[in-house]
């Protein structure tokens, strides 16, 4: 009897070895590599939390208490989230100088960096609105004609018509909005700073937060015109005219009583 012949190998065999040694690398990586870039994040979120509980007990915690409680001097930041960090410390208002009505903008003593660590211990404390990314802030293709209408709905009120701002009761007051970054813009929404109400994602979707962005953006640019001539506020040209024509006859009639009386006087004497 013959012996059986041995089988040939496939010349495609070697191919298939070589792809499945390197699918079985692949997996391994999969499995590990992820692991070890979220041990690394971590680890760099801890070191950003630990940096900035020492910019905090240095800077805030006389004011809001060493664990963030809150004392007399300011409120409670458990829950506030790293929103509010980088808006009220990226717009100078924090740390505030004095208790008042209004703490108001002012130039930034920290740096975008230690402003991240700050935000990353607050929001150790309790989870609250997040930072939002650039992405998320960016009003490219957003609908301008959209925004006005949720401004004019939800913001006017305080705002004025094109964000110019105004005054409010008890020494408070609406900012201008002309300048301010689109991040900060959203995160105000986000977080409700000082007498303006919070509008959260469940209430104001991002893209409408979005379209309101593009429409103070439209409206405050350098190559929006004005039909009224001087803003005063951006009331319109009907206001506005209304507004010269008193004061600028009021101003007439005024200085035609005093041309008046020194005429008779000058007839007397």
């Known amino acids: 009897m013959k012996k059986l012949s041995a089988r040939r190998r496939h010349p495609l ?10 699918a079985a690398t ?11 870039k979220a041990q690394a994040d971590e680890t760099a979120q801890s070191l950003a939390i630990e940096e900035g509980k020492k910019l ?16 007399t001097d300011g409120p409670s930041l458990v829950g506030v989230g790293s929103a509010a960090v980088d808006f009220q410390v990226g717009t100078g208002r924090m740390p505030a100088q004095q208790p008042g009505a ?5 130039k930034v003593i920290y740096s975008q960096a230690e402003i991240d ?23 490219a293709g957003a609908d301008v004609a959209n925004g006005g209408e949720l401004f004019r709905t939800n913001c006017a009120q305080c705002h004025n018509f094109t964000g110019k701002g105004g005054a409010l009761t008890e020494g408070k007051y ?25 509008f959260p994602d469940t209430m104001m979707p991002e893209q409408e937060k ?9 409206v405050n640019g350098d190559e929006t015109e004005s039909p009224g001539g001087l803003a005063l506020g951006g009331l319109g040209p009907v206001s506005e005219g209304l507004f010269a024509w008193i004061f600028g006859l009021g101003a007439l009639v005024a200085v035609a009583v005093w041309v008046a009386a020194h005429t008779a006087k000058a007839k007397k004497s």
């Open 13 to 22: 065999a070697a191919v298939v070895v070589l792809l499945l040694a390197l």
């Open 26 to 36: 692949g997996g391994l990586y999969a499995a590990f590599a992820p692991a070890g």
């Open 56 to 71: 905090y007990a240095v800077g805030c915690a006389s004011c809001h208490g060493t664990g963030g409680q809150g004392t």
């Open 102 to 106: 209004q703490v108001p903008k002012k």
């Open 117 to 139: 660590q700050l935000a990353a211990y607050v929001a150790s404390l309790g989870a609250g609105p997040v930072t939002p990314t650039d992405k998320q802030v960016d009003p």
């Open 174 to 198: 609406a900012p201008d909005l002309e300048g301010v970054s689109p991040k900060h813009i959203y995160e105000a929404m986000q977080t409700g700073p000082q007498s303006m109400p919070s």
């Open 210 to 218: 979005k379209d309101i962005i593009a429409y103070i953006e439209s």
